[in-house]
């Protein structure tokens, strides 16, 4: 009698146990408003040229890739000009920097392969 109950006990807490890390892998799904590194790089390309989605809303690949670029252009020869004048920050020199490789990514041709780093 004895064992029947250690077995019933032990099958109770494998269901239990199972049952509990079926629920807690199902709750890790994102919160809204939250996202992971990468999930929104678009996004991320035009807050760091100064662009909104809605001012890309509508356009073609094209006009929309276009409308970055001239505004990266735009934003770079502002923040040359004030590395040229001694004024430029940390964090506009980092600006500066990702925004040479973003004007170099949209300058290189689409067959070509991507520079070594």
Known sequence: MKRIITCLTVGLLVVGGQSLMA???????????T???????GQDILKLVGLTPADVKGLSH???QAKIKQAATTLVA???????AGTLTAEGQIRL???EKLLARLNRPKNAT???N
Do not use: I, M
């Open 23 to 33: 629920q807690s892998s199902t709750n890790s799904v994102n919160q809204p408003g």
């Open 35 to 41: 996202h992971t590194p990468g999930q929104h790089k």
């Open 62 to 64: 094209e006009a929309r």
């Open 78 to 84: 502002q923040l040359q000009a004030e590395k040229t």
């Open 97 to 99: 920097d990702r925004l």
């Open 114 to 116: 991507p520079p070594a």
